[in-house]
C-alpha cells in the first residue's frame, strides 16, 4: 500500500523478508512501514513473495524473495529492506510474475529479469538475467503485464505483444508453443488495456468490450 505522503506499508507473511521492514517476522494483522522508503507513487507484489516500488523520480526499488534474480539486483540473495534496481531510470510501470519482473520506461522500452525458464524475459533465449535487460525488438509500448510466467504488453498503435509460457493459451497466438520472443495477438486491435493472471489473459477495446 502506498499512502499518501509515499511511504510504503505492507503486511502479512514475511518468510523471505517480502514485507521489507529489515525483518523475517510475519504481521498478520498489523501493517508494517517498509524500511527506509519514501516517495513512492506505484507498488506491485508477486505471489512468490518478491516486492516492487517505483519513485517519483523514476527509480525502481525491489525487495523481498530473489531465489531467481527477481530482484534485479545481481544476486540471488534475498533483500529484507529495499534496495534499487540496477541503473534504471524513468521507470513508469512495473509488474510482478512469479518468479521475474518487467518494467516499462519512459521512452517505451520494457525491461525484464529473473526466471527465464519458459522465455519470459523476450531475449530469444530460456537464461536467467539477474540484472534488467531490455525486451528487443519491442517499443512504443504504454502499458505491460505480468502473468506467472509470461507476459503481455500493449502498444501505443493498440496492438498486443505477448511471449513466454504458452500452456494454456495464454498468449492468445493460436496454439500453446512457447514463445521466447514476442509476437503480436493478431486477433486484437483497437486495445487500450491488458491484464494478465495466472494463465490467461484479458484485453479492453476502446469500443469498451472485454
Do not use: C, E
Amino acid at each position: 500500500m502506498v499512502r499518501k505522503n509515499g511511504d510504503v506499508w505492507s503486511w502479512g507473511s514475511n518468510g523471505k523478508g517480502q514485507l521489507g521492514n529489515g525483518t523475517i517476522l510475519d504481521s498478520y494483522n498489523v501493517p508494517v512501514k517498509v524500511f527506509q522508503f519514501g516517495g513512492a507513487i506505484k507498488v506491485s507484489a508477486s505471489r512468490n513473495a518478491s516486492s516492487y516500488a517505483i519513485t517519483t523520480t523514476g527509480a525502481l526499488f525491489a525487495w523481498g524473495n530473489n531465489a531467481n534474480g527477481q530482484l534485479g539486483i545481481g544476486t540471488t540473495v534475498d533483500s529484507h529492506t529495499a534496495v534499487q534496481v540496477g541503473s534504471l531510470a524513468g521507470i513508469t510501470s512495473i509488474s510482478a510474475g512469479t518468479n521475474h519482473a518487467i518494467a516499462l520506461d519512459a521512452s517505451g522500452a520494457v525491461w525484464a529479469w529473473g526466471d527465464n525458464s519458459y522465455g519470459q524475459l523476450g531475449d530469444g533465449s530460456t537464461t536467467h538475467q539477474l540484472a534488467p535487460q531490455k525486451v528487443p525488438n519491442l517499443s512504443n509500448v504504454k502499458a505491460v503485464a505480468a502473468g506467472d510466467s509470461f507476459n503481455l504488453a500493449l502498444k501505443n498503435d493498440g496492438t498486443v505483444w505477448a511471449w513466454g509460457y504458452n500452456n494454456a493459451g495464454q498468449l492468445g497466438n493460436g496454439n500453446t508453443t512457447q514463445q521466447n520472443s514476442p509476437v503480436q495477438v493478431t486477433a486484437l486491435s483497437n486495445i487500450v488495456a491488458i491484464a494478465a493472471g495466472y494463465d490467461h489473459s484479458l484485453a479492453l477495446k476502446n469500443d469498451r468490450t472485454v
